[in-house]
């Protein structure tokens, strides 16, 4: 059960509308999980800032069961950077990622536990 929040001082009015149905299917491809099972929350108009910096930010939290961890963040990370730079003209150097290897009994959705 892949989860994103985004939280980005970017303007909604300047965030493509697709944006969050193009973020769950580079989430679905990128973990390998049911699109129907990612959870995409976007919060735009934040007071975000990176350093000192005034320029458009992000700050975002990647939550999943599996394929979080040294053999996948890097990757995770390149991607999750460029949709930035492409969706929100975001520079990696104004994105920070948190990656959360989730354990299946502290997750549920549709009223059951995923803890199998």
């Known amino acids: 059960m892949p989860m994103i929040t985004v939280a980005s001082s970017v303007p909604a009015d300047q965030i493509p509308v697709e944006f969050c149905s193009l973020l769950t299917d580079l989430l679905a491809a990128m973990l390998q999980k049911p699109r129907e099972r990612v959870v995409v929350h976007l919060m735009s108009d934040q007071r975000v800032r990176v350093g000192n910096s005034d ?4 700050v975002a939290s990647l939550s999943s069961i599996g394929k979080i961890g040294a053999d996948f963040n ?8 460029s ?15 948190r990656f959360v290897d989730l354990i299946p009994i502290n997750v549920a959705w549709n009223g059951q536990l995923r803890d199998k």
């Open 55 to 58: 320029e458009p930010s992000v």
């Open 74 to 81: 890097q990757e995770h990370l390149n991607q999750l950077c």
């Open 83 to 97: 949709f930035f730079r492409k969706h929100l003209n975001v520079s990696p150097k104004n994105t920070v990622v």
